[in-house]
């Protein structure tokens, strides 16, 4: 019995040690996420910042946890989040969370909703995404709008980006 719960103890340490990411309400003022320029494809950061920008224009005040919300949808495309979006959403809406939490658990939805509304172009349309680039670009978007100094809707790299997935993923 000891034997088990010293391997026990030790797997979870362990695990505990290899998490590299952010954590989501430690108050880690790091980046969510931080890709290289040249790492960025274009496509998938300009459309995932974009949506981002038309959500939550005018929702986004200097005291928004926008490291929770990245870190929510960064979880989301990891795959970490073990719970049906709809159950998050009912919980989510219930009301009475922090703001943190709301934030953590708004990034999920957002990114989830993301998500289908690529699948809803083209069933294959999400395969051409690269996600931690959509991830950087939702992250950066909820910066920009924290400081109140988005893109432009005619910012070339955005609407470039824009019109390749919608040329990949309608065939127009």
Not at 119 to 127: D, E, Y
Request: glycine share 6%; charged share 20%; aromatic share 12%.
């Amino acid at each position: 019995m000891l034997k088990k719960l010293s391997v026990l103890f030790f797997t979870a340490v362990l695990c505990g040690c290899s998490v590299s990411s952010y954590i989501p309400f430690m108050g880690d003022k790091k980046p969510v996420i931080d890709l290289d320029k040249d790492k960025i494809d274009q496509k998938s950061y300009a459309t995932a910042y974009a949506a981002t920008v038309e959500t939550y224009r005018g929702r986004v005040n200097q005291d928004y946890d926008v490291n929770s919300f990245g870190s929510g949808a960064n979880d989301w495309y990891l795959g970490r989040i073990l719970v049906p979006v709809e159950q998050i959403k009912t919980n989510l809406y219930q009301g009475g969370h922090d703001s943190n939490v709301y934030a953590y658990y708004s990034g999920v939805v957002f990114a989830a909703e993301l998500q289908n509304n690529f699948n809803r172009l083209n069933a294959n349309c999400w395969s051409h995404i690269d996600q931690p680039s959509a991830t950087q670009g939702i992250y950066d978007a909820m910066l920009d709008l924290q400081k109140d100094k988005v893109r432009s809707e005619n910012d070339e790299y955005i609407t470039q980006g824009s019109e390749q997935i919608l040329k990949i993923c309608t065939g127009k």
